[in-house]
């Protein structure tokens, strides 16, 4: 057995990362974020396609399921470019629920879904609630399993991409215990959806309704798998996350590099300002330490120690890209406070990226168990 | 008569059980932690008897030739040696310029005089040495170095001063660098370097008292004080070149390191360590929410240091910025340091008032004087507000501020 380097950093993953880099940037300018802001939609169905074509939906999907059978350190190298340029696709949500299939999934639902998944079916995750709790495991809708059925009741909230999805993806309890169910056909178009109003207007989320939902019991998910599954899976998300961040961080230091170096006052650039320049160094700083956190967990998220490298890269990255897009917003001065000034849209996606999965100081605390006790 | 090599592995055995066996104990005095921050005559007396029993016992300079006090060994085992003494955390080697500055320097382009004369005696502390670079108006300007030497026949009369010579009253020789020609068109030329001898007429180290209240650092007054030619190491005029060449051993010498470790660093393991033996509002340290976090935080600071070395070993995820992480790693490393200073400070309740010198103070008060001696890092060198100068202007490219008229 080799023992793995702290970050590893493949030929195959930097190639990823060049094709993702150039793919992003091209596809995706501000003015087609903007533009995308303002559709039903809210992606481009089309840049969807030529991602499934690229393959990158089946990036973590074994070969044997029709994937190209490599592991989330390459789908980080996709989602830190998609999260640099505000892309906004169901590519996050959907190659997590095709890992919560692979670690909880039966045989039969692996092979029926996987296949799917890797051509471009989108699948939703529904594993929120109102409560706002970000413990996985604190659920109160339920399941009534009678005979080959199951009866599904409660409601779940920011459930992204709800809408155009293939199957959605939903956390209940079953006898009192945490269980996946999987909607899908008839089913799926049973379930009352309404989108919701969020801070970060790239994303489509709903809320979503299972009250009288009823699904073959065989679209429930192996239960005595799913609590380590849902653990696994509050791991990647962290992950996957903290790529999106420490991507949108670099472009938002970005667009304040160019304020800084082409707007003057008192007949100087204000990037020669101190209180400014200084500041920007404080982003640069933790942005390095979020990617190297990143990658780091990249590297090790499935080995031991893999939920410290996680969490650190959650807590640096939320932090780090929420202190640059709330400066990137002040920095603009009166322009800064307009619709229009690019900076809302870093703070508002960070916003959205640090609340999902748990913040900095959620991290930190989970930290300090793991470190301090 | 050639000597037979032993095996790395054995050597490394035989190192091992050498220091264990013979690492000091603890002096009954708290012991500084740099040679920048020796104090007292007994932490003095202390150390250098600490490197002098590790010269006589082999493990010092063994890959510097053997006709100048070295062992002319393969430098793979001085590593192990160096290794051990970090690894069992014995005292750092007090003759810090010597070993690391002077020595190589005079192994390097010294005459055969000179070496005779100095590496051996850098080996095993009999002669402390001391660098006399920055002057009171020129703090890291060094280029700017403008302390008078000027021809008098075979020898230079010195006038002028220089600061922040760490172990100044105790050392025999300065590696100086003086101004002999004061009309040149640049300010690098017309500089020349100087072995010079500290126990001379004219030579006037006065310790400084640091904010920590201890001693450790000089300024060293030259008035008329008069020294040959003979001290030149290079060429008159070309001190530029040597000081450069002698910066440059600061990082591991051509010709070999001598071995042994500078600093006895404190790591974030002690802290928490610490954390556990101190009490705050009723319970240890490490049960309060807020130093948890506290903690948590040094913790990650630290990891992030050592991932950044990591990746920035990979060309791929620094092609942004490939000198982001180098051009940083003293503003981070060093407020860190600081910071860590701070936080294990306030981990100890009322405790934390308690100073070096009384009995009650944990440790013997090595905390609050660690966070006091941290801000050499954050302001020797370059502040840490030049250093986000620097790394605002040559990494993110924003503009300097415009120059008075």
Known sequence: MTTKKEIEFTDEQQQLLEIAENFCRDKSPVSAVRTQIETEGGYDPAIWKEMGDLGWLGIAIPEEFGGSGLSMAEVVTIAEPLGRNLLATPFVSTTLAAQLCLDAGTDAQKTSYLPAVAEGAIVALALNEAHGDWNLSHITCTGEVSGDTVTLSGQKVQVTDAKGAAAIVATVKINGKPALAILTGEAKEKVTMTRETVIDETRRSFRVSLDGVTIPASNIMDQTKTEAALARHHKLSCLLLSAESCGGTAACLNTILEYLTTRRQFDRFIGSYQSLKHTSVDILTGMEAARSFLYHAATHVDDEGGEIAVRMAKAQSSDVFSFAGDRAIQFHGGFGFTYECDAQLYRRRALWNTNQSGDGAYHRKRLASLLLD | ?405
């Open chain 2, 1 to 405: 008569m050639s000597e037979e090599l032993p095996t790395l592995e054995d050597f490394a055995t035989e190192v091992k059980e050498w220091v264990t066996k013979n690492k000091p104990e603890d002096p009954g005095f708290l012991l500084p932690q740099s040679f920048m921050e020796v104090g007292t005559d007994e932490q003095f007396h202390f150390l250098k008897d600490w490197q002098n029993k590790i010269y006589k016992a082999g493990y010092l300079g063994m890959s510097w030739p053997k006709e100048y006090g070295g062992r002319g060994m393969p430098q793979a085992y001085q590593d192990i040696a160096s290794r051990e003494l970090a690894k069992q955390k014995t005292p750092f080697l007090v003759n810090t310029i010597g070993l690391n500055w002077a020595g190589p320097l005079i192994l390097h382009m010294g005459s055969e005089e000179q070496k005779k004369a100095y590496v051996k005696n850098i080996l095993s502390a009999d002669e402390i040495w001391c660098q006399g670079f920055s002057e009171p108006d020129h703090g890291s300007d060094l280029g700017n170095a403008q302390l008078k030497a000027e021809r008098d026949g075979t020898d230079f009369i010195c006038n002028g001063s220089k600061i922040w010579t760490s172990l100044g009253t105790y050392a025999k020789h300065m590696i100086l660098l003086a101004r002999t020609d004061p009309n040149t068109n640049s300010k690098y030329e017309g500089l020349t370097f100087f072995l010079s001898p500290m126990d001379i007429k004219g030579v006037d180290p006065v310790p400084i008292k640091k904010a920590t209240g201890e001693f450790g650092f000089c300024q060293t007054y030259f008035d008329n004080a008069r020294i040959s030619e003979d001290c030149i190491i290079g060429k008159e005029g070309e001190g530029w070149l040597v000081a450069m060449t002698t910066l440059m051993f600061e990082r591991g010498a051509t010709g070999g390191q001598a071995g042994g470790h500078a600093t006895m660093s404190t790591t974030i393991d002690e802290v928490i360590d610490l954390a556990k033996r101190t009490n705050r509002d009723g319970n240890i340290s490490t049960q309060d929410p807020l130093m948890r976090d506290e903690l948590v935080k040094l913790i990650m600071e630290s990891r992030a240091m050592g991932l950044n070395a990591q990746r920035a070993r990979i060309p791929a995820l620094v092609s942004e910025r490939p000198s982001s992480i180098p051009m940083s790693g003293k503003l981070l490393g060093s407020e860190y340091a600081k910071k860590m200073g701070e936080v294990a400070t306030s981990l100890q309740g009322t405790n934390a008032v308690y100073y070096v010198g009384d009995d009650n103070a944990i440790d013997g008060g090595r905390w609050p004087r660690g966070y006091f001696n941290a801000f050499s890092g954050t302001i020797g060198g370059g502040t840490s507000q030049i250093q986000k100068n620097i790394i605002g202007e040559r990494v993110l490219g924003l503009p300097k501020p415009p120059r008075p008229e």
